[in-house]
């Protein structure tokens, strides 16, 4: 059996970021539905958040998109640094989406401080950069306004 992957098969070329786009939708035995959205900041191979701004944007979307959107099981950032993963319980529409993350963007930059910030509560706390975060936080807000 083949396995398909769906973030494999987009042509990353043909896109235009910042953008909100549905990237999967398992419906489950009981018939719950769980989708993942593709939340890309930046341009495919042309723009990459660095690891401390990513890092940080990750801590603080974590809560800002969860006050939000409900039943959100985890937003990661990809690999790549051009985006971040959100997985839903159910399926919220991506214009909704779209402005729950602008809006989040726009409380980073207004914010002073970084959740969970110690060696306690992070894996890697000394990589986090606020000033980082707020300054592609703006960059990605100036993206959707074009
Ligand atoms: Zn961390």
Do not use: W
């Not at 306690?120 to 986090?128: A, I, L, P, T, W």
């Amino acid at each position: 059996m083949e396995i398909k992957v769906e973030s494999f098969e987009l042509d990353h070329t043909k896109v235009e970021a910042p953008y909100v786009r549905e990237a999967g939708k398992i419906e489950t035995p009981k018939g719950d539905v769980i989708q993942k959205y593709d939340l890309r900041l930046l341009q495919p191979n042309e723009g990459v958040v660095p690891t401390g701004a990513m890092h940080t944007l990750e801590h603080l979307l974590a809560g800002y998109l969860r006050e939000r959107i409900n039943n959100i099981v985890d937003i990661s950032p990809m690999g790549c640094r051009t985006g971040f993963y959100l997985i839903v319980v159910g399926s919220p529409d991506v214009a909704e989406v779209k402005t729950a993350l602008i809006d989040s963007l726009r409380k980073v930059i207004k914010t002073d401080e970084v959740p969970a910030t110690t060696a306690k509560e992070c894996g890697n706390y000394r990589d986090h950069s606020l000033f980082g975060a707020k300054e592609y936080a703006q960059e990605v807000l100036n993206g959707f306004k074009e």
